[in-house]
């Protein structure tokens, strides 16, 4: 996100500023301490995420190894669940609450969960809002444009939209990789607290990601009501 007009409204980003820088590094040092910790039962992520697809009936979707760290995620569209290198191969409680959560996902998909589905569907608006939002905003000021600098304003809202929509899809797939490793007996009680850990700390981060966006937007409405 671009930061330009560098001007007192500024300071309204600093606090959103601030949580993003501690999210994450929260999240990195929650991964890096759970990930050294292995879990009671001794299975791979990738085993684990089998495991768990095979119990929910879904196995229309594929488990495969991408390089990265932290670069796990679920593609709806290609029905492929991506896991990182270490989470992959690795046996850790930081691993398998990874890979389940990204079953979470999966999960949500098969289920046809009501928030992927606007996700999924409001994505294009919001990447295209997310690409354009800026120049549209910034022809507007330096032309003294107000309808330009509007329609800037509502294209950048759609990126928040779009991360307030992505809350509730993260949180209950944590909810669910939960649930899913303590019902199927793939962590103990000390396994579960860890992979808590690790889940609540990833949250933290689409949580500062929608403060930086609504931080953004009450910046943005002020500028405007400048000009």
Do not use: C
């Not at 995620?73 to 609450?97: M, P, T």
């Not at 329609?151 to 990789?177: C, D, H, K, M, Y």
């Amino acid at each position: 996100m671009p930061f330009f007009f560098w001007d007192s409204t500024m300071l309204l980003l600093i606090p959103a500023l601030l949580f993003g820088i501690w999210a994450q590094w929260k999240v990195k040092s929650t991964f890096k301490r759970y990930s050294k910790i292995p879990s009671n039962s001794g299975m791979t992520g990738y085993q684990v995420a089998k495991n768990l697809l095979e119990r929910n009936n879904i196995f229309d979707v594929e488990v495969e190894e991408i390089q990265g760290s932290l670069t796990d995620h679920y593609d709806s569209k290609e029905k492929k669940l991506r896991l990182s290198e270490q989470n992959f191969r690795g046996s850790s409680v930081a691993s398998i609450g990874v890979a389940a959560h990204e079953v979470g996902h999966a999960i949500q998909d098969n289920r046809g969960y009501a928030p992927l589905r606007w996700r999924l569907a409001f994505y294009p608006v919001a990447r295209l809002g997310s690409g354009l939002w800026f120049w549209l905003f910034l022809a507007g000021m330096i032309l003294t444009i107000p309808a330009l600098i509007d329609v800037g304003i509502i294209f950048f809202a759609t990126t928040l939209v779009f991360q307030i929509v992505t809350l509730p899809v993260e949180f209950n797939a944590s909810s669910r990789a939960l649930a899913q490793l303590s019902s199927g007996g793939f962590i103990t009680k000390d396994d579960s607290d860890g992979a808590k850990a690790v889940l609540n700390a990833a949250a933290m981060t689409y949580l500062a990601a929608a403060a930086m966006a609504l931080s953004q937007l009450v910046r943005l409405l002020i500028l405007r009501g400048r000009n």
